[in-house]
């Protein structure tokens, strides 16, 4: 009972980590299918931009690293302009294909880091919440936050299909 | 020990529960600050409409019923226009308010038979996967399915957003 119990844990864990590496490569599948300048344009009208998406997803997994205790982020400069600015704040972007490089770096080395947790770290403490808050809401652990970054692309997914070219 | 992984798979369906129970609540809200005629538009330009993707929320969710053994769907007329049809097809739709309710209706029920499920439950299979195919599958489960769908809601969460009029 105690073997099967503990393989229901990592059963749990290994579906959610199936979930999102297969949204990480759905969406490098399409951003590998849109054009520069076709990222360069607005989701909708007025909306964020494919490119504006690409560096936010990036700044967003990069800052899984210190949140999860693997340690400094890779590409800190992602921050201000696509996590704590909106797109169009007047910060210049780095070309579409550069934002393209640190989110696949960001995502592999995520991976990695991924594979290497056992049941017990998923389930401890991120590191936004102290250990007091943690004994009274256990589900603020690591795992907690895979589900929400999985979500977190999942959502922006939806949006950077929508530059798709009709028929494709 | 034994308890504590227990716990552990409860608080790791809980986290997931929690996530469904958020992700419907903030659709809810999104879909009830908009008027029907822009909920008539296109999310972007030549893509699908809000009222479409509504029922089609409704539509994907009401099968969960079948395929979770929950029952019967509540709304099997959806299922034509919203998930085997893509928008523009010539079926003619319900009022958008209609299928609003339909979705607030199914995901009312779901969320009682969800709350009602206890954690071998949510590990064992769902309709679509054989006994045999189940043995090698494990994770061709009923949570599979529930995080597979709270994954469909935010991508289209996503798309509805951009609905939103600029500033709101």
């Known amino acids: 009972m105690k073997t099967e119990t503990l393989s229901d844990n990592k059963l749990m864990i290994s579906m959610l980590l199936k979930a ?5 490569s759905k969406v ?3 951003l590998e299918s ?6 360069a344009k607005p989701v909708a009208p007025g909306k964020n931009t494919g490119t504006y998406l690409v560096g936010h997803l990036a700044a967003v997994h990069d800052a899984l690293f210190p949140l999860l205790n693997f340690g400094e982020r890779l590409y800190p400069q992602l921050e201000k302009p696509f996590v704590k ?4 704040s007047g910060h210049e972007f780095p070309p579409v294909a550069e934002l393209k490089r640190c989110l696949n770096d960001i995502n592999h ?10 049941p017990e770290e ?9 250990e007091e808050d943690f004994a009274k809401e256990p589900h603020r652990n690591k795992l ?6 999985t979500n977190h692309l999942s959502y922006h ?6 530059l798709k070219p009709k028929g494709d």
């Open 28 to 30: 490098n599948e399409l």
């Open 122 to 130: 998923w389930l401890s403490r991120h590191t936004a919440v102290s």
């Open 157 to 162: 997914w939806g949006q950077l299909v929508l």
């Open 34 to 39: 849109l054009s520069d300048e076709t990222l």
């Open 85 to 88: 600015s909106p797109d169009n």
């Open 20 to 24: 999102w590496t297969a949204h990480v």
């Open 144 to 149: 907690n936050v895979l589900i929400s970054r």
């Open 109 to 118: 080395v995520l991976s990695e880091k991924f594979s290497q947790l056992e």
